[in-house]
């Protein structure tokens, strides 16, 4: 291994990785000329950048002059892909034992690019979808479903797992792994129905694909120019970025919807818009602290896990699942809308209904209580009634036998 190997190992997230090598390559292609063929770099070219790495090391360069020269020649480059090439480049150097002071920090980045994104894109809608979906195979049908349904950054879908997918809950449940996301926190997001039947589609062809995709790549692999594709890849989408790249500028061109952005000549639809798209549509209909979180933005990962279960977020989830279907009907969206009212309305009603016969059963209960304090008391009044009919008895028996004891002392016989 060398220097950008070594480096690059330290990196857990293959994003990342990716950008900071890219930052180092581009910065040795402008000092020594273009050592990449193509966008994918070979065996070969890497060894020949860790040649000139040690090259560029040994010759005592100014190293603050070289970095202000490569910035000032980024000024077409996409301001964020300029400053992340130069942070990259600045923590390889801190690491190599060149500390980069504040000071001198502050006039390099003064040769930077100014602004944020330049591209100016065109509007991901659902027609837009609509029409780059014709022109997908099962792969690429599925991969698009799924990131414009969970809200995925596709360098964590490309690593989920066919195990992290269960497709068998309503709705189909996506386990998202530390290991996979940008920030390192595990969460979970949703499918739609539409999208888990396309995932479905693309499962039941997967084997024969990866098989046929070795078979392809025989060829590059005995050059040296790639990888053998391994059968046993477990990922749920076990394709590479340039395949991603591929298959979503051909449905740009067989929907004619490619365009290029004038100043940074980048597509004005992009993969990336998906993310987008799950965002703004779901936002229209739940709280926008749902969507941020199923889609990992880290502000708000902790606070709403505590305040969301992971069913009242499948909940939330279904409540927008008719502004994330892509392909049906234009009027799905109305007839669904207008079925949740007409249940809503109906579970008012059964609640009020169950809220009355409540009502109903505590009078009831009422009634059978006082219905049994009155037979008590009436049992009580019976039982004083056979008490004083015996004392009535009795007294009449004593008012006789003075009757006749009075009778007696007037005939004088006592």
């Known amino acids: 291994m060398g220097r950008i190997a070594d480096w690059a190992a330290t990196f857990g997230n293959a ?8 930052g180092l390559y581009a910065f040795l292609d402008h000092l020594y000329g273009k050592q990449r063929a193509t966008g994918h770099v070979t065996k070969k070219e890497r060894e020949a950048y860790e040649i000139l790495l040690d090259q560029y090391f040994g010759e005592g360069r100014d190293q603050i002059q070289d970095l202000m020269v490569f910035a000032a020649s980024l000024h077409d480059s996409p301001p964020n892909t300029a400053n992340n090439y130069m942070n990259a480049l600045r923590e390889f150097l801190a690491i190599q034992g060149r500390e980069i002071t504040d000071r001198e920090w502050k006039r390099i980045r003064l ?39 969970t809200g995925m950054r596709r360098g964590e879908a490309a690593q989920i797992q066919i195990d992290d997918v269960d497709l068998d809950t309503t709705p189909a449940e996506i386990t998202i792994r530390g290991e996979y996301t940008k920030n390192g926190q595990a969460r979970f997001s949703f499918l739609t129905e539409e999208a888990r039947q396309a995932l479905v589609e693309w499962l039941a062809v997967r084997d024969q694909y990866m098989l046929s995709a070795q078979n392809r790549n025989a060829g590059l692999v005995a050059k040296g120019r790639a990888k053998e594709r391994p059968l ?12 991603v790249n591929e298959f979503w500028l051909n449905a740009l061109k067989k929907a004619r919807l ?14 990336h818009q998906l993310r987008k798209f799950f965002l703004s549509q779901t936002s229209l209909v739940i709280s ?8 990992g933005h880290s ?19 279904l409540k927008a699942e008719a502004q994330l279907t892509i392909m049906a009907p234009k009027d799905y969206k109305e007839v669904q809308s207008e079925f949740r009212t007409r249940m809503a309305d109906q579970s008012v009603i059964v609640e009020r209904i169950v809220a009355k016969n409540l009502k109903l059963e505590e009078e009831i209960a009422t009634l059978r209580a006082a219905a049994d304090r009155t037979a008590a008391l009436e049992d009580e009044v019976a039982g004083m009634r056979a008490t004083l009919g015996g004392i009535v008895d009795l007294l009449e028996k004593i008012g006789e036998g003075q009757g006749l004891w009075d009778q007696l002392r007037q005939a004088g016989r006592i």
Request: proline share 3%; charged share 30%.
């Open 299 to 317: 502000g708000y990962l902790t606070g709403a896990y505590r305040r969301y279960t992971k069913a009242q977020l499948a909940e939330e989830f």
């Open 288 to 295: 926008k602290e749902v969507p941020e979180t199923l889609a």
């Open 258 to 271: 490619l365009s290029y952005d004038k100043t940074t000549n980048r597509s004005q639809l992009h993969i």
């Open 15 to 22: 994003n990342t990785r990716r950008v900071n090598i890219a």
């Open 232 to 243: 046993d890849d477990m990922r749920l989408f076990p394709f590479t970025k340039q395949v």
């Open 111 to 149: 040769k930077l690019p100014k602004g944020g994104t330049r591209t100016i894109e065109r509007d991901m809608d659902h027609e837009t979808l609509r029409k780059i979906l014709h022109h997908l195979d099962l792969k690429g049908k599925a991969f698009v479903l799924f990131l414009a349904t």
